[in-house]
């Protein structure tokens, strides 16, 4: 069957990696930038690995320089979300592609991206909430800035503070200062962790940087005791499988252990993380989840209920959207 219009909640999407290559394109002939080395003869996004990949990923983010372009970005990728069926998701944003970490031009950006995602509950019925990320291979000195604009514009829209980015790059514990000043604001955590890195570096990260949400989280599969914490701690896993195959973190979708940690208790959701760069979409990912493992609308709906339930919004969001 198609999942194309069942009602799906994704919380793990990279506002810039959502981006179409065209739209991508279509701005850099405007500014008269030569980005052609980032796209292969088909027009997709090309690179050789994930290192090369957040290379390709920054050259792309060079077309985005104002608020306006990240007006349009919002609704473009919004569209794509709503046209698979998503009915909430939440979204990466980073200063540092946002005015590099300056509170006064970060505050513009952010007021156009919530100005398109309200356009776009109003037209296509889809709620958006953003979780400001670091990049962690810019090193902790230039987390300190990005957390603090998230701390001064938390809000309805603005809800949480992650890190993405290099995940072998320090150490967990380098960004406890941009964490600690997120959580004193109130805002709600989550941090890339366990793609690339092993079961190490999650449990670094749960005990130095206290997140409720893991981005992948993957790599706990290779140690049971920190699978038994994960089930304990309530911890929930954004999981994006299409992501883990075509990066090559996990093996093929038959090996991919989504399944087996949901089956063992693990609160896992499913993402696409980067659509374009990753040739997925949510619908796709519903699709290769019936193909692999045999879900069905049951599945399906208790992943939405778990994404739900772990979302970075109030109540009254929750139930606009159930
Ligand atoms: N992983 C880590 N960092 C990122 C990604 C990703 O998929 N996309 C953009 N930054
Ligand atoms: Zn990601």
Redesign the pocket.
């Known amino acids: 069957m198609s999942w194309q219009s069942f009602p799906k909640v994704e919380l793990h999407l990279?506002l810039?990696?959502g981006a179409p290559p065209a739209f991508i394109r279509g701005l850099a002939r405007e500014k008269n930038i030569d980005l052609s080395g980032i796209f292969s003869d088909t027009g997709g996004y090309a690179y050789r690995d994930?290192d090369h990949?957040?290379k390709i990923?920054e050259a792309a983010c060079t077309v985005l320089q104002g608020p306006e372009d990240f007006y349009r970005l919002t609704l473009a990728v919004l569209e794509q979300s709503a046209a698979h069926g998503v009915v909430y998701s939440e979204t990466?944003l980073s200063p540092d592609f946002c005015g590099g970490g300056d509170l006064s031009a970060w505050r513009e950006y952010l007021a156009a991206i919530e100005a398109a995602a309200d356009e776009a509950e109003a037209t296509l019925g889809i709620t958006l909430r953003g979780i400001v990320?670091c990049?962690?291979h810019l090193g902790p000195d230039q987390a300190r800035p990005a957390a603090r604009c998230a701390a001064e514009t938390r809000g309805r829209f603005l809800t949480g503070f992650g890190m993405?980015?290099?995940?072998m790059v320090g150490r967990p514990g380098d960004f406890a200062w941009a964490f600690d000043a997120a959580r004193e604001a109130g805002l709600e955590l989550t941090c890339?962790a366990g793609?690339w890195g092993g079961p190490d570096m999650i449990a670094e990260t749960v005990s130095h940087l206290a997140p409720s949400r893991l981005?992948?989280g993957i790599n706990v599969i290779h140690d049971d005791a920190l699978v038994d914490k994960v089930v304990e701690d309530g911890l929930v896993l954004e999981v994006?499988p299409g992501?883990n195959v075509f990066?090559g973190a996990s093996g093929d979708w038959a090996d991919h252990p989504i399944a087996v940690l949901r089956d063992r208790g693990v609160k896992v959701t499913v993402s696409t993380?980067?659509p374009p760069?990753f040739h997925t979409t949510m619908t796709r990912e519903f699709e290769m989840l019936e193909r692999t493992f045999g879900w069905g609308e049951e599945d399906f709906a208790a992943l939405n209920q778990t994404a739900l339930d772990a979302a970075f919004c109030d109540a009254e969001t929750k139930e606009k959207v159930a």
């Open positions: 990279h810039e990696g994930f990949f957040l990923y990466f990320t990049i962690r993405a980015g290099g995940e890339h793609e981005g992948h994006c992501s990066l993380d980067d760069f």
